[in-house]
């Protein structure tokens, strides 16, 4: 009776650990945006270096963080990126040195993510949002390309940058 209670008492134990140690975000859902991760080198459309972003994984692989310097080094950004499974979207919040903020929100559709701000005023009365695409190419690289939507109809390309793996030296 004895060793038939030790075994009853090891299992127990042994289902409350793997419960305790089971991964909340790590889902297909949560790993829809890791085509990003990685260490690049951003080119303009003109093939001249925009900047460098590092984008790594950090709580348990809940949030994906990236850390953007542009070429010259004066303009920087950070953005949380996440899947927020109460709405079951993909949300990322952009802040930067220049006061700048942004707060998207959408889904991966196929080999794109795509997230748009919600709809604002600008100060000359116009409805603006912006959107920003990033697509994962065949051959390892991302584009990403931001577009601010003026009136739901006049567009305008804020970046249009190739993200190359940086290589090592």
């Given at each position: 009776?004895?060793?038939?209670?030790?075994?009853?008492?090891?299992?127990f134990s042994l289902t409350i650990s793997?419960?305790?140690?089971?991964?909340?975000?790590?889902?297909?859902?949560?790993?829809?945006f890791d085509f990003w991760l990685g260490e690049w080198e951003v080119f303009n459309k003109n093939e001249t270096i925009a900047g460098y972003s590092n984008i790594t994984q950090i709580q348990n692989n809940c949030v994906i963080l990236e850390n953007w310097?542009?070429?010259?080094?004066?303009?920087?950004?950070?953005?949380?990126?996440f899947y927020n499974v109460k709405t079951k979207q993909w949300e990322q919040i952009w802040i930067d040195n220049q006061g700048?903020?942004?707060h998207l929100k959408g889904?991966?559709?196929?080999?794109?993510?795509?997230?748009?701000?919600?709809?604002?005023?600008?100060?000359?009365?116009?409805?603006v949002k912006n959107r920003v695409t990033w697509t994962k190419n065949e051959?390892?690289?991302?584009?990403?390309?931001?577009?601010?939507?003026?009136?739901?109809?006049?567009?305008?390309?804020?970046?249009?940058?190739?993200?190359?793996?940086?290589?090592?030296?």
């Open positions: 009776m004895r060793s038939f209670t030790f075994i009853l008492f090891l299992i793997a419960q305790n140690n089971t991964c909340k975000c790590c889902t297909e859902n949560n790993d829809a310097k542009s070429a010259k080094g004066n303009y920087t950004g950070t953005s949380n990126n700048g903020v942004l889904n991966r559709v196929e080999n794109q993510m795509i997230l748009s701000t919600e709809e604002e005023t600008n100060e000359k009365g116009q409805r051959d390892g690289t991302v584009r990403q390309y931001w577009e601010i939507i003026t009136d739901g109809k006049d567009i305008a390309v804020a970046f249009d940058g190739l993200y190359k793996k940086k290589t090592s030296n």
